[in-house]
């Protein structure tokens, strides 16, 4: 500072047109200095602007996919319960299912130990009434019509034990022929 106001008092012409061309050099430099500085501010302050945005739209993003989470967890959660309450009705079910087979097992065993036709077979039941052996044969193709294994009510077992009962009652009435 010295030094300009030495050459400023005391100073030539030509330190003095020095003085001024440096000092105008000067100038220039710091109105560039400060226009480039004035243009990083308004770049600075338009990033800025432009990372708020950026901020407010991943901000929503990031609430829209935190609501949406929260929306899956709760529909996760009901439909393990759904699932849950299933498996328990399942459960009570088959206890249930247990509980009536066991019924049903019991019953059958008594009925079985306390059969109405004791001494008579399962399948005699079927030829009740047949008198004599053309109404023997009509009623063993009815039988045979009705529990063939082909049919939707067909029972293989049954349709064996039809067979021998027919058997031993169609030798029955071819005894008592002869006799």
Same mark, same amino acid.
């Given at each position: ?14 330190? !003095?047109?020095? @003085?001024? +061309?440096? @000092?105008? =050099?000067?100038?220039? =430099? ?42 899956? +967890?709760? *529909? ?5 319960? /759904? ?20 019924? %049903? &097992?019991?019953?059958?065993? *008594? %009925? ?13 039941? *079927? ?6 052996? !053309? ?7 009815? %039988?045979?019509? /009705? ?10 077992? /049954?349709?064996?034990? /039809?067979?021998?009962?027919?058997? &031993? %009652?169609? =030798? ?8």
């Amino acid at each position: 500072m010295e030094k300009f106001e030495e050459i400023l008092v005391h100073g030539s012409e030509d330190e !003095l047109q020095e @003085l001024k +061309s440096w @000092l105008f =050099r000067e100038n220039i =430099r710091l109105a560039t200095a400060a226009k480039e500085l004035e243009q990083m501010e308004e770049k600075i302050l338009q990033e800025k602007v432009q990372f708020q945005e950026e901020m407010k739209v991943l901000n929503r993003k990031i609430s829209s996919e935190q609501q949406r989470l929260r929306e899956d +967890s709760q *529909f996760f959660a009901k439909k393990l319960e /759904i699932l849950q309450n299933g498996f328990q009705q399942l459960d009570i079910d088959r206890r249930r299912l247990d509980k009536e087979w066991a019924r %049903l &097992s019991a019953e059958k065993e *008594f %009925l079985e130990e306390h059969s109405v036709y004791e001494g008579v077979s399962e399948v005699s039941v *079927f030829f009740h009434g047949v008198k004599n052996p !053309l109404a023997l044969k009509k009623r063993y193709k009815d %039988l045979t019509k /009705i529990f063939h294994p082909d049919n939707l009510a067909g029972d293989t077992q /049954i349709i064996q034990k /039809i067979n021998r009962e027919y058997e &031993s %009652l169609k =030798r029955e009435y071819e005894g008592f022929k002869q006799a």
